[in-house]
C-alpha cells in the first residue's frame, strides 16, 4: 500500500543520443559554473528553487537521477492503481 508520496518538479538538460564526450563534459561544467554563480545561488530560492549542483550535472549522475526517478515514479503510479489509456 502507498504510505506517502514526495512530488517534486525538476529541471534538466538533455543532448540527442550520441553527442560526442566532450561536448556533454563542457555543457555539464558550463551548467554546473551557471548554477553556481551567486547570481543564481541568491535567486533561485526566492523562486522556490532548490539549485543543486554536484554529481547531478555529470551525464553519469544525471542518468542515475533519472533512472530513479522513474523507478520511484512507477512504484506511485502502481500504488495508486493508475492504469494507462
Do not use: C, H, N
Not at 42 to 66: H, M, Q, Y
Request: net charge negative; charged share 25%.
Amino acid at each position: 500500500m502507498l504510505q506517502s508520496v514526495d512530488l517534486q518538479g525538476w529541471f534538466m538538460f538533455m543532448a540527442p543520443a550520441g553527442t560526442p564526450a566532450d561536448i556533454v563534459a563542457k555543457l555539464s561544467a558550463e551548467i554546473a559554473r551557471a548554477l553556481e554563480s551567486s547570481d543564481v545561488r541568491e535567486r533561485a530560492p526566492t523562486l522556490g528553487f532548490d539549485v543543486r549542483v554536484g554529481d547531478a550535472v555529470t551525464a553519469a549522475g544525471a542518468k542515475r537521477f533519472l533512472d530513479d526517478q522513474l523507478v520511484s515514479s512507477g512504484k506511485i503510479i502502481q500504488g495508486l492503481g493508475i492504469e494507462p489509456e
